[in-house]
């Protein structure tokens, strides 16, 4: 146990998720002895960012303003609507720079072990998008795990009647990979997904 | 990249030891998911230690006043002091219940590689607290590395002609270790440093 102030960072750091309390430790005393100016920088940015971040009323994604960017921006094309589960897969995604749609955040996946359903997700915003517009086709980019599997499945039996292109992100082998060292579960989604060679 | 202050805090969370890019962006979206009042914590303590937080006047350990708790308190044994790299080392040490005796904190360790001489540690202070008085014996509990053996060694060459009993911490197999993996200098130290068997 050290003394007083230290003490608390540390606890307070430890409860972070992903710091332990050895990292905790060392966070702590790296900040002890940085310099004053940046400490207060990061204190300072932390509370900015509770103060100023906001969620798009429309797509659901981070924002500091009532529409984030890529809603506001006129040159992105109305027709498609990426769907993912969390606004981190939106920079994902982004980061390809081979989409030039529209985004939906749904805020998580459908989890019963957790007890999240349908209800607690962002469907219903992605229905009311679909009423009076342009779409033509939704992209389902949920995590290729169940929970991500179970929402996929889910969107695509409430979207099939509406008449709409419900595409899925391929799943198989990740580019750089070793097929020896492929789960055996990613190995035959590669082979389901298998395509003529070029 | 997001908006404005999340990606802020990011790059501020980036800096931090040990905190890659994939960890900032999740300790981020914690802290824009959490409780304002628990982030508002957190900058707070942060804060607090820097504004608090000192290095007592006799050992070296960090305190929030001018001595440590452990210099203070008179319960602790005057004739060892045991001298030891960083402050946390304090901790772990305390942490054996051990020892009771005094500490002595250098601020790090001889490396000519990282252009730290005998001069940049808290060495002169070290000898000042041996001048007038009950000191008997000296623990070298530097880290068991060639920067660790570099001081103790510095140390023991200085400490040798005023008397005192200059002692190391033992080295060797650590407990609930595997001798078959133990690397071959820990392994050395141990046959080096072997005792009677009880």
Chains 1, 2 share one sequence.
Do not use: W
């Not at 980061?95 to 962002?122: C, K, N, W």
């Amino acid at each position: 146990m050290y003394e007083g102030a230290l003490q608390d960072l540390i606890d307070e750091l430890g409860r972070l998720p992903g710091v332990g309390p050895k990292s905790a430790q060392r966070l702590a005393f790296h900040l002890l002895a940085s310099d004053p100016v940046d400490v207060r920088r990061l204190a300072e940015t932390m509370l900015v960012v509770k103060e100023k971040a906001r969620f798009c009323s429309i797509c659901g994604n981070v924002s500091e303003d009532e529409q984030c960017r890529i809603c506001r921006d006129p040159r992105r094309d109305d027709a498609v609507i990426c769907v993912v589960e969390e606004a981190k897969d939106v920079v994902a995604v982004e980061r390809t720079r081979e989409f030039r749609g529209r985004y939906h955040v749904l805020g998580g996946a459908i989890s019963p072990m957790e007890g999240i359903g349908p209800d607690q997700l962002r469907i219903r915003e992605l229905l009311a998008r679909l009423n009076d517009s342009v779409v033509q086709e939704i992209i389902l980019a949920m995590d290729p795990n169940i929970e991500g599997d179970a929402t996929a499945t889910y969107l695509r039996r409430m979207l099939d009647p509406m008449g709409l292109t419900v595409t899925r992100l391929a799943s198989g082998l990740p580019v750089g990979g070793d097929l020896e060292y492929a789960d055996e579960v990613t190995l035959g989604r590669a082979f389901a997904g298998r395509r003529a060679a070029q």
